[in-house]
């Protein structure tokens, strides 16, 4: 999504703190405020007081005019209003709706904490408000909802999705093929789909999901399910003008090719997706972790990779792309592996969102202690 902004970067001699002026005005045309109005007070809030700065999660600036008498004023032109700020953002103009003067903002991919001020022709000032942008998690646990469905819309080189109980100005999820014909994706009925998801925003369920299409029959379909411990961050992705850099929940990054969608750098190297004639001796996604982190990885062929399969081959203990039985965690900082059951991360039932049963950190490095005789890497 992209936003309309006129954009004025103000300078002076002394660096000012709102150095970035944000204003619909035409210099063309005239004020449509009556010359009687006079504005004495403005407040401002937030619809959200606090973002994920992803560069596509949005929020509403709420804006409240006063005259003398403490009246709320409805008869403002909104071009008379000029936001400023400390950050550089994207700004829709300010609008009138229901008596309210609003405008929507998207701060920038990885943006700090943005403080803002609006001001009516110059004459007065509201008090400066500061947008908390954040990359962190806002919560643990999901709440008890399911979606009904997930909404998806283009964004650049990417799919955005968000479930149909979270707010329209929010992400849930990014994602991205590779449909060849490349070196990892061989026939032009193969494909390898990468989708990273972060629902509600919690650190529950923050997970990467490959999604490797050997052929067009949907039942032989490879799925492989990546955690990433610990979970410092959302997913984040950045569109470079020749590269997707994609920074994952651990702070490490992974770096892809912009038209391919293959990978190139980072934290993960990556092996062509299998197209055997015998789909019980194809591999899973061949990825090979190389970072510092734990990782928790899972597959299953034709379903949900986090269910148990029947009369299947147990994981192997190298990168995991063999075999979908169990759950491989790998310790990237000591080289520690440990194979665990399904049932131990979650309950084998088919509802959505299928929740993983250790929302912090702290309660899966527990069990990691308990299990696998290892912890997670501080870092």
């Known amino acids: 999504m992209r936003f309309l902004a006129l954009i004025l970067l103000f300078g002076c001699s002394t660096?000012?703190?709102?150095?970035?002026?944000?204003?619909?005005?035409?210099?063309?045309?005239?004020?449509?405020?009556?010359?009687?109005?006079?504005?004495?007070?403005?407040?401002?809030?937030?619809?959200?007081?606090?973002?994920?700065?992803?560069?596509?999660?949005?929020?509403?600036?709420?804006?409240?005019?006063?005259?003398?008498?403490?009246?709320i004023l409805t008869t403002i032109d909104p071009t008379d209003l000029t936001l400023s700020c400390s950050e550089d953002i994207e700004a829709m103009p300010f609008?009138?709706?229901?008596?309210?003067?609003?405008?929507?903002?998207?701060?920038?991919?990885?943006?700090?904490?943005?403080?803002?001020?609006?001001?009516?022709?110059?004459?007065?000032?509201?008090?400066?408000?500061?947008?908390?942008?954040?990359?962190?998690?806002?919560?643990?646990?999901?709440?008890?909802?399911?979606h009904e469905f997930i909404e998806a819309k283009a964004h650049g080189e990417v799919m955005v999705g968000r479930g149909s109980r979270f707010p329209a100005s929010g992400s849930e999820e990014f994602s991205f093929v590779n449909v060849g014909i490349n070196k990892i994706v061989k026939r032009s009925s193969s494909s390898r789909a990468f989708n990273f998801?972060?629902?509600?925003?919690?650190?529950?369920?923050?997970?990467?999901?490959?999604?490797?299409?050997?052929?067009?029959?949907?039942?032989?379909?490879?799925?492989?399910?990546?955690?990433?411990?610990?979970?410092?961050?959302?997913?984040?992705?950045?569109?470079k003008e020749k590269t997707l850099v994609v920074t994952l929940p651990t702070g490490e990054r992974v770096i892809f090719d912009k038209e391919s969608k293959v990978i190139i750098s980072g934290v993960f190297e990556e092996g062509a997706v299998d197209g055997h004639s015998n789909r019980f001796k194809r591999s899973y996604a061949q990825l090979k972790y190389t970072g510092r982190g734990v990782v928790l990885?899972?597959?299953?062929?034709?379903?949900s990779p986090?269910?148990?399969?029947?009369?299947?081959?147990?994981?192997?203990?190298?990168?995991?792309?063999?075999?979908?039985?169990?759950?491989?965690?790998?310790?990237?900082?000591?080289?520690?592996?440990?194979?665990?059951?399904?049932?131990?991360?979650?309950?084998?039932?088919?509802?959505?969102?299928?929740?993983?049963?250790?929302?912090?950190?702290?309660?899966?490095?527990?069990y990691l202690q308990n299990n696998c005789s290892f912890g997670l890497p501080k870092f």
């Open 95 to 146: 609008t009138l709706k229901q008596g309210i003067y609003k405008t929507v903002l998207l701060p920038r991919v990885k943006s700090p904490d943005v403080k803002m001020q609006v001001d009516w022709k110059g004459r007065v000032k509201s008090p400066i408000v500061v947008l908390e942008s954040t990359t962190a998690p806002i919560k643990n646990n999901l709440l008890p909802i399911n």
């Open 197 to 239: 998801e972060y629902p509600e925003h919690a650190r529950q369920n923050i997970a990467m999901q490959i999604d490797d299409a050997p052929n067009e029959v949907e039942s032989d379909g490879l799925h492989s399910y990546f955690m990433f411990f610990p979970r410092t961050q959302l997913p984040i992705l950045e569109q």
């Open 306 to 366: 986090q269910f148990t399969q029947h009369k299947t081959k147990q994981i192997d203990m190298v990168f995991g792309s063999q075999g979908s039985d169990d759950v491989l965690i790998i310790n990237g900082t000591t080289g520690e592996k440990c194979i665990r059951p399904k049932e131990d991360f979650w309950d084998n039932l088919d509802v959505a969102p299928i929740e993983f049963k250790f929302p912090t950190d702290e309660e899966f490095e527990i």
């Open 297 to 303: 990885r899972t597959n299953a062929t034709g379903s």
């Open 15 to 71: 660096p000012a703190p709102l150095l970035f002026k944000f204003n619909s005005s035409k210099e063309y045309l005239a004020s449509m405020t009556d010359e009687s109005v006079e504005v004495a007070r403005i407040e401002l809030s937030f619809k959200d007081p606090a973002i994920f700065a992803s560069g596509l999660d949005s929020t509403q600036l709420v804006v409240r005019l006063y005259d003398k008498s403490d009246a």
